[in-house]
């Protein structure tokens, strides 16, 4: 039993809230599943109090999509996505936990590659769901806007975070959003701020975690070395042409030192002194988290550390709705689906 990845042309061009259902009904089993294994291939996992917690509500969403019917699955969808929200905290918890009490013999390689796997199949799911039940909601497009304005987007993603940083360390960086449109001389955007088919708030996500990553680096300069803020100023860069998007966000906040891993989910910059809030802190898988959510729809993450003077993210993104598909973990899928079939009922 394999996933079977779709397409945002086939988000946009299936609407009929009924016809979505009706495929959902059989591929959630499917990916849940497939997460459920992912976990219980984890050495040990028993003994994590969250990952048991994980594995349960997961076991439980599985039964209850396995058991919906055509009345009752908008509320089995609306329900899952419900009991789910706790997920990434536990996880993030877990990892720490994983290399306290199992240490040595579980490598940090197959703790990434477990929870990339687990997190990817996770926004897949919660796509797809979100967009089922929006189409139901009766709004256009369901959870893709076509014409997302990648400016208005980078703009309130660094309103956001500044007033975050405000509230947290009293500090106001200076966050600055440039839209360059590439493509004039072909016609494509009109030298406007690129507009392309897009979930607004995972773009709104993706550009405030590597936001806040770069507001903490400044703000720690900043207080360390008493100099203006607008001395060391964050630029969001946003530019396309007809098959990509590219967004860079780049700080000058003295690049990341050579040997930490931004990627590993054991990593954050964020020490004490955030007013105790986790606001700005987070639990320390945005990085992680948000290279996922690129790659899911076929897109990149990337991180370029430029030593002793800053750092630049760069954001590429397919642009054009056919070659925006679904990129689920790959696995074996030998795994013996009827021992949770058993569940049923
Ligand atoms: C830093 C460390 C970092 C991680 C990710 C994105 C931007 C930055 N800037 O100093």
New binding site residues.
């Given amino acids: 039993m394999e996933p079977h990845p779709r397409s945002v042309e086939y988000l946009t061009t299936t609407l009929d809230p009924q016809l979505i259902a009706n495929f959902l009904q059989s591929e959630m089993p499917i990916r849940y599943a497939e997460r459920i294994r992912a976990l219980e291939k984890v050495p040990e996992w028993r003994r994590i109090p969250d990952l048991v917690d994980v594995h349960e509500i997961h076991i439980d969403s599985f039964k209850s999509f396995r058991s919906s019917t055509p009345e009752n699955f908008a509320e089995t969808s609306h329900k899952a996505l419900l009991t789910e929200q706790p997920v990434v905290e536990k996880l993030a918890k877990s990892v720490h936990q994983l290399r306290n009490d199992v240490g040595e013999d579980i490598s940090d390689e197959f703790v990434s590659k477990f929870l990339d796997d687990f997190l990817l199949n996770r926004i897949g799911c919660h796509v797809l769901l979100g967009h089922y039940l929006a189409c139901r909601a009766g709004q256009k497009n369901g959870i893709i806007d076509i014409r997302c304005d990648t400016g208005l987007v980078c703009r309130a993603a660094a309103k956001a975070v500044a007033e975050m940083c405000v509230e947290c360390t009293g500090s106001r960086p200076h966050v600055s959003v440039h839209a360059h449109s590439a493509c004039g001389g072909k016609g494509v955007d009109d030298g406007q701020v690129p507009r392309f088919p897009y979930m607004p708030h995972v773009l709104k996500y993706i550009v405030g975690?590597?936001?806040?990553?770069?507001c903490?680096?400044?703000i720690?300069i900043l207080k360390a070395h008493d100099v203006h803020a607008a001395d060391f100023p964050i630029k969001v860069i946003i530019c396309a042409d007809e098959d990509h998007v590219t967004i860079c966000?780049a700080?000058q906040?003295?690049?990341?030192p050579r040997e930490?891993n931004?990627w590993s989910y054991l990593y954050t910059?964020a020490k004490d002194g955030y007013g105790g809030s986790r606001k700005l802190a987070g639990h320390g898988v945005g990085?992680p988290l948000s290279r996922l959510y690129a790659r899911y729809l076929g897109g990149s993450l990337d991180?370029v550390?430029l030593p002793g003077y800053?750092?630049?993210?760069y954001i590429n993104l397919p642009r054009v709705q056919s070659q925006q598909v679904e990129v689920v973990p790959d696995a074996d899928y030998t795994y013996d689906y009827a021992s949770l079939l058993d569940f049923t009922v």
């Fill in positions: 975690e590597l936001l806040k990553n770069s903490r680096a400044t720690d966000v700080d906040a003295g690049g990341i930490a931004a910059t990085l991180l550390s800053g750092t630049h993210a």
